[in-house]
């Protein structure tokens, strides 16, 4: 199945709300009334860009300009096949993810927002999905928040960046595909990698 990535511009009063971006992408990658497990196929997940201008958006379908917000603008499609049918084992990456870092002590999902535990579950989760991390950078932690029906919605995400080993290949192209961690959609759990080298 195709992988897109797609990049749109976008003003910030729309990514200062996770759920207004939420549905903005919705709207543009769902048909209308299309069922929960439709919305689950699409496998939508994306990452806010350059201080809030920009959307890395990933799809397995193409998403429909004509739906798009009109303050946004699709300026790049690409698609993902290429890079995900070369991953190998031992090959190095440059990778970068938004995460939504927790723990669930007593079975109640908190965040971390401790910079040295963030880096630590990086450093578990990369080793579950098949990534053996060679440096951790992390660029961002910060508060995110929206309205959804009158409540508030808060999400800590974490951006991180540097080079890792692959493992794994196949765990490494399930993580890029079906995103990685929890708040997905809400613009957590986009993995992106380069092959380096």
């Given amino acids: 199945m195709t ?22 992408l919705t709207t543009t990658a769902c048909p209308p009334k299309i069922t929960t497990p439709g919305r689950a196929a699409t496998r939508l997940l994306h990452r806010v860009e350059r201080d809030g201008h920009e959307l890395l958006v990933q799809s397995a379908i193409q998403l429909d300009a004509a739906r798009l917000n009109p303050a946004c603008t699709i300026v790049g499609v690409k698609t993902l096949d290429s890079v995900l049918n070369h ?38 989760v990369a080793t579950r999905i098949g990534l053996r991390l060679e440096g951790a950078e992390l ?29 794994d290949a196949g765990l490494v192209r399930g993580a890029i595909e079906s995103g990685v961690g929890h708040a997905r959609a809400y613009g957590c759990g986009l993995l992106s990698v380069v092959p380096v080298g």
């Fill in 3 to 24: 992988t897109y990535l797609t990049k749109i511009t976008t003003p910030t009063n729309l990514t200062r709300d996770i759920h207004r971006t939420h549905q903005t």
């Fill in 87 to 124: 991953l190998t084992d031992n090959t190095t990456v440059r990778y970068k993810i938004t995460a939504n870092p927790t723990h669930a002590p007593n079975r109640n999902r908190k965040p971390i927002t401790d910079p040295y535990r963030i880096h630590d579950w990086w450093h578990r």
């Fill in 139 to 167: 660029v961002e932690a910060k508060k995110t928040v929206g309205r959804k029906r009158g409540a508030r919605i808060v999400v800590h995400a974490a951006t991180l960046e540097g080079f890792a080993t692959i493992s």
